[in-house]
């Protein structure tokens, strides 16, 4: 049972990344997804999360237009995050994460109850 995020760079100001995880073991069979970032001094911060059935997803208001999450389920569940206009203040490390036990309609962003968590990759955007 395992996330492996994927992805990450250096990109220039006003570029666009995309970010992938992808998530190993049933556990995850209807495990929402989500994805947090955690700059350098700064507390971690939620960013999207997914149902299993892609029908809802939930942003943090200030990300919503730059950034999309998206995901598939076959084979294995795998999460994307699209983010485009990228700022210096984007840099951080982005970590995708799973919500096991909401149901395949099921998402939230409520940090404390994502419960596996992938190893993070780093994004930086230069200016």
């Known amino acids: 049972v395992q996330l492996q995020a994927s992805g990450g760079g250096l990109v220039q100001a006003g570029g666009s990344l995309q970010l992938s995880c992808a998530a190993s073991?049933?556990?995850?069979?209807?495990?929402?997804l989500g994805w947090f970032r955690q700059a350098p001094g700064k507390a971690r911060e939620f960013i999207a999360a997914?149902?299993?059935?892609?029908?809802?997803?939930?942003y943090q208001p200030s990300m919503k237009g730059r950034f999309t999450i998206s995901r598939n389920n076959f084979e294995n569940s795998r999460t994307f995050l699209q983010m485009n206009a990228l700022q210096p203040e984007d840099t951080a490390v982005y970590y995708c994460?799973?919500?096991?036990?909401?149901?395949?309609?099921?998402?939230?962003?409520?940090?404390?109850?994502?419960?596996?968590w992938g190893q993070g990759t780093l994004v930086t955007v230069s200016s």
């Open positions: 994460a799973a919500s096991t036990g909401v149901g395949p309609t099921g998402t939230h962003s409520d940090e404390s109850r994502f419960d596996v």
């Open positions: 073991g049933r556990l995850f069979d209807t495990a929402a």
């Open positions: 997914i149902a299993w059935n892609s029908r809802t997803t939930i």
